[in-house]
């Protein structure tokens, strides 16, 4: 399980070489305003409606988890070269769009090849890690960048540094998909001939109450898209942060996503996913609350604080909740088709609102957030009973 351990650690300290700085590096290295940042962010969120069903769907399918993997962070590092040797607003768009098929297809192809290594390895009578014990390397990686940066970025320098970075991190992420396990073994049975993956996971993702579930996490992620775009540029420009802290401020909240990451298992038994999916919600409109009326850098920086339980609680329980309701025949779809229907869509509009709005004011992109979280929290209060994870096949 060691490959399977840095292929978390390594995809995921790629994202974190780009994620912190880069809204950043937009405004003040290549001179962006705050529209064609929201459009910018909104462009590259087109690959998410197309890179992770397919790619999950021909995991279902058997294709080679390895050459999937492979070919992601393959166009992960060319379309980083093309960034990093462009300086037009067209070249920045294009080569963020070539980035974002990458960036979509990384998480859900992550989470489903661990599920079915974890299924195929049940039948086997082999015991597995627990998700979040591995999910725990990719907060560990995300953090790595930081301390690299930190030291690379001399005070008020530019951040251009960030994409040779992230490069490295994705060629070794790139060489490691040589020795990832492969879940195509095992008492596992191959999938049905006359069902198609893609359609059985929508059937169950949009039946009942899901839907509810489904409504919930596309409003926590509008909340989430303008802090991860404009939370960096609020820094900077309006609270008057040195750019190259923004890995530190970062990782002040990843640190702690990390500690409360191993008692996963421990939260979810006693406090139940929707729970946990509600105080994630609550948890991320007191976060952009604190931001949108911090008068300076310390209180908004505080605010961090909270990324921990809002991780747990918004972005690693629904995995986990998605993945209960899953049958074996297209556990990989599941996480696929709740990107492309869910996730995807809302952040596009997101980003898109997150651009208009900060071009007024960027707390306005936060005061927005705050309502949207409340009614993520009061759409995941109304799920009632978490789910119980089967075993079938469609």
């Known amino acids: 399980m060691r490959h399977l351990r840095l292929h978390y650690l390594a995809g995921y300290a790629m994202i974190g070489a780009i994620t912190p700085f880069f809204p950043e590096f937009l405004r003040s290295g290549r001179g962006f305003d705050a529209a064609g ?7 590259s969120q087109v690959g998410i409606m197309v890179a992770p069903v397919l790619l999950t769907w021909l995991a279902d399918r058997r294709v080679s988890p390895r050459v999937l993997s492979a070919v992601v962070f393959a166009g992960s590092i060319a379309s980083l070269v093309g960034l990093w040797s462009s300086a037009s607003f067209v070249g ?15 998480f859900p192809s992550m989470d489903g090849l661990y599920f079915a290594v974890q299924r195929r390895r049940s039948a086997e009578g082999l015991a597995t890690p627990p998700y979040h014990r591995i999910r725990v390397l990719g907060t560990i990686g995300f953090i790595v960048p930081s301390a690299v940066l930190l030291a690379l970025v001399p005070a008020g320098g530019g951040l251009e540094v960030i994409l040779p970075v992230a490069v490295g991190f994705a060629v070794l992420a790139l060489i490691n998909c040589a020795w990832l396990p492969d879940p195509r073994g095992g008492e596992v049975k191959e999938t049905k001939a006359d069902t198609i993956p893609t359609a059985d996971a929508a059937r169950t993702l949009f039946g009942g109450k899901t839907v509810l579930f489904c409504l919930g996490v596309a409003c926590v992620q509008l909340s989430h898209m303008g802090y991860y775009v404009f939370y960096p540029v609020h820094l900077v420009q309006s609270l008057g942060l040195d750019g190259r802290w923004l890995g530190a401020v970062s990782t002040l909240g990843v640190v702690a996503e990390a500690v409360l990451l191993l008692g996963f298992g421990w939260f979810t038994q006693r406090l139940g996913l929707v729970r946990m999916l509600t105080l994630g919600a609550v948890l991320t409109g007191v976060r952009l609350a604190a931001i949108a009326t911090a008068s300076d850098a310390a209180w908004a920086i505080a605010a961090n604080l909270l990324h921990g339980p809002i991780i747990l609680g918004t972005l690693v329980a629904p ?27 809302s952040k596009i509009l997101g980003n898109l609102l997150a651009g208009w709005l900060a071009g007024h004011d960027t707390r306005w992109v936060f ?23 089967e075993t079938r096949q469609s």
């Open 37 to 43: 940042i929201g459009t910018i962010f909104a462009a």
């Open 92 to 106: 920045n768009l294009f080569f963020y769009v070539v980035f974002g098929f990458a960036f979509a297809a990384l």
């Open 319 to 345: 995995v986990v909740y998605i993945n209960r309701l899953a049958g074996d025949s297209f556990r990989n779809s599941m996480q696929g088709v709740f990107v492309v229907a869910v996730t995807g869509p």
């Open 367 to 389: 005061a927005c957030g705050v309502a949207t979280a409340c009614m993520a929290a009061l759409l995941f209060s109304r799920l009632g009973s978490d789910p119980v994870e």
